[in-house]
């Protein structure tokens, strides 16, 4: 099984969260578990990639972009 890079794996949750989504959610899609979402969130957060609004996170303009920018160089 290949190992997923921290740019794939942050590309991943971005996409589940593009609408707005729980946790669950994107522990879900991204396939992982809570303790590795929880500290992919808080690094995407701070980096102002991804924000929380009450129980949901978004992803934010700068997010997007870096999804898009990671899509188009294949990561």
């Known amino acids: 099984m290949m190992r997923r890079s921290r740019t794939a794996i942050s590309v991943e949750i971005l996409r589940a ?10 522990v879900y899609r991204a396939n992982l578990n809570f303790e590795v979402v929880n500290r992919y969130l808080a690094m995407l957060e701070e ?3 991804i ?4 129980n949901l996170y978004i992803t934010t303009e700068k997010g997007k972009e870096f999804q898009e920018i990671a899509r ?4």
């Open 47 to 49: 980096k102002g990639l």
């Open 17 to 26: 969260a593009m609408e707005g989504a729980k946790k669950t959610h994107i």
């Open 51 to 54: 924000e929380k609004k009450e």
């Open 72 to 75: 188009e160089l294949g990561l």
